[in-house]
């Protein structure tokens, strides 16, 4: 098969390592954003996402050529609403065309219609300038000295004006008046301009997004387009922080096509405690970034998929801790966390000054509170961050962390974040990740039970199920959260991507926490007794939306 010339604003399917072919364009990379050695590859951005990446160009096809192809082997949604983007781009495109046509031929019938009255005229003008003529000889001395007098100034007075008219014009349209030469502001740097990057400048030789075009093309990643002096550990340095009046702080992280090479990983040594659902993913995605990364597990056998693809084996979490410089752990609840921590070989053990841990564990505000001072108190570095999502977005690279605690080791684990998440917040002093984290999957959990007694109040007035769903995904409610869950409870795959015991200890720990300030939370009470429910019907280790069999039997 003959090899396909590519260029600059091609549309194309670009391979993202085990992802499947997703359609992107050929675009121009951030200034300071240094191509990968070796093959040839093109930096690609891709439709319906913010991601971005150099791609190589065996990995890269057509994107029209292949269109059908790759529609007939790939059915998900997200990836129908990428094609779907394409097509409104293109269709965008095709309009702004024929508008530019339709203008030209317009222009080009104005110049004829000027040249025909022009024409018209002509006879008319070298009439009037034979009448003249015989004025102009008719004229006396004195009217010679004084175009002779008015000659002189002219040549003295205008030598702009003359220079101008001597100099060579340009053939086309004449030049527009200086006030219809200032250029529009796009109205997509508007939008981005007055958001969470207010400031941000685009950097030479970056193309500034599409105007009234393509809107999934003006995400630039800020960590992409500082110089390469900048140490990438610090996030503050090198991302645009937004911080609000609470004084949280959101930073936009790297995602998934990081695989590609746009994260620089930390040279610091990495530690990991726990593969579960969650761990498990974001472990991967830290050995995709090039991080060294040491892992344990309570059940060894876990650490073994990990080993093949380069990690390394602590035998105890002092052991891990002791020789790293950043340990992370992601375990079940606050008894876990505190065993972890305090019990025989555990993390306090290997605690020495400037040895730093990261809780990613969703615990209770006490807790975490607890495991700071005991870290701190060795001369270590603390810092809570659990984190919002799945099993698939952990490991698609796609989780939401919060954290808080040491700002310091926050920065500091800038390139590990970026591997396992899409942003990240800093929350201020220890303890309010935890909050936020309980009240975030509060509201997750009571959702959840709230989909599955729609559902069976549907089957029971002998609504249709699918419909409801349907009506749903067109209104407000439409989420990806939404659709999954509702599609598990309607081909009855309760396959875990969020334990439901684990959602209920969530439950649980959030109403203790309204408790703790003497708030209600009677809606949380309520889905809490459901999720028990389901519990009493062994489904604690099935996916949260299992908690649809709590009102069926």
Known sequence: MAAVSLRLGDLVWGKLGRYPPWPGKIVNPPKDLKKPRGKKCFFVK???????????????????????????????????????????????????????????????NRRNSSEERGKQSAGEEKRKAGLSEGKQKRSTGEGKKRASSVSSERGSKWPLKRALDQSPRKRGRPPKDEKDLTIPESSTVKRVMTGTVAGFKWPPGVSEPVKDGDPHFHHFLLSQTEKPAVCYQAITKKLKVCEEETGSTSI???????????????????????????????VSNLLKMGHTVTVWNRTAEKCDLFIQEGARLGRTPAEVVSTCDITFACVSDPKAAKDLVLGPSGVLQGIRPGKCYVDMSTVDADTVTELAQVIVSRGGRFLEAPVSGSQQLSNDGMLVILAAGDRGLYEDCSSCFQAMGKTSFFLGEVGNAAKMMLIVNMVQGSFMATIAEGLTLAQVTGQSQQTLLDILNQGQLASIFLDQKCQNILQGNFKPDFYLKYIQKDLRLAIALGDSVNHPTPMAAAANEVYKRAKALDQSDNDMSAVYRAYIH
């Open 46 to 108: 891709f439709f319906g996402t913010e991601d971005h990446a150099w791609i190589k160009v065996e990995q890269l096809k057509p994107y029209h050529a292949h269109k059908e192809e790759m529609i007939k082997i790939n059915k998900g949604k997200r990836f129908q609403q990428a094609v779907d983007a394409v097509e409104e781009f293109l269709k965008k495109a095709k309009g702004k065309d024929q508008a530019s046509s339709h203008n030209s031929t317009e222009e080009k």
């Open 252 to 282: 936009q992280a790297a995602d998934s096509t990081a695989v590609n090479g746009s994260i620089t990983p930390t040279d610091k040594k990495i530690g990991f405690l726990g593969l579960g659902l969650m761990g498990s993913g974001i």
